[in-house]
């Protein structure tokens, strides 16, 4: 079974630019999430699926980023407009069960913003 | 909101040391998760331990869900064990992993 894939892996844009993340599941999985990781935060939770529904839309990050869960093998994250302090790697993650199941990341997307 | 304490934040280890990675929460959790995170930055699942004594070859994670902590041991360090570990748990309403700051373990010779 192919895991949690996420494309493009590297991403630079300039100031102001719009950029859009992709992620795949692990087939058959019915959450989805989207993490952001940088040095001085850490990994923290932007977005939460749960069979295609938003239950978690990231409180602080709401007002540039969207994520959208197009169908259940398919999720888009998008930043409108980008600043540089959004430079960061962009983690996507499934698991199989209905809210509290193991976690499986895929390899993330390593923005830059200039 | 949820908070993760892991600790140390830094570890350095002579290979063929044993090492213990504690990590501690301030709500009550639903599931945690022990996570290697590579030089590239990819996670990689070591435990998925909401409670109990869980073994994986030289890793063993403990999960004591009524005194809100976990640890992660490795025993008989090896070079390839360094890198980041990171403790992430779910709280009750099941919204997302909380992650630690990790520890970042060095091994060498």
């Known amino acids: 079974d192919a895991g949690v894939t996420q494309t493009p892996r590297h991403e630079v844009a300039e100031k102001g630019q719009t950029i859009i993340l992709k992620c795949e599941p692990v087939?058959?999985?019915?959450?989805l999430f989207w993490y952001r990781q940088t040095k001085i935060q850490g990994l923290e939770l932007l977005s939460y699926?749960?069979?295609?529904?938003?239950?978690?839309d990231g409180g602080a990050f709401k007002d540039r980023f969207k994520a959208e869960m197009l169908n259940s093998s398919f999720s888009t994250l998008k930043i409108q407009p980008t600043e540089p302090k959004d430079s960061a790697v962009y983690l996507c993650?499934?698991?199989?069960?209905?809210?509290?199941?193991?976690?499986?990341f895929g390899p993330g997307t390593r923005l830059t913003v200039l | 909101g949820q908070q993760v304490q892991q600790s140390p934040a830094s570890l350095v280890l002579q290979e063929g040391e044993n090492a213990e990675l504690q990590c501690n929460f301030s709500?009550?959790?639903?599931?945690m998760q022990w996570f290697y995170q590579r030089p590239e930055g990819s996670l990689v699942s070591l435990f998925y331990n909401p409670s109990g004594t869980k073994q994986s070859g030289r890793l063993t994670s403990t999960t004591v869900i009524k005194e809100r902590r976990s640890s992660l041991h490795i025993s008989s360090s090896q070079i390839t064990d360094s890198g980041t570990y990171l403790c992430?748990?779910?709280?009750?309403?099941?919204?997302?992993?909380?992650f630690g700051l990790g520890t970042r373990v060095s091994v060498f010779p």
């Open positions: 993650a499934s698991s199989g069960t209905g809210g509290g199941g193991e976690q499986y």
């Open positions: 709500t009550s959790l639903n599931s």
């Open positions: 699926f749960r069979s295609k529904s938003l239950m978690e």
């Open positions: 992430a748990m779910e709280g009750n309403y099941a919204q997302g992993l909380t």
């Open positions: 087939s058959g999985h019915n959450d």
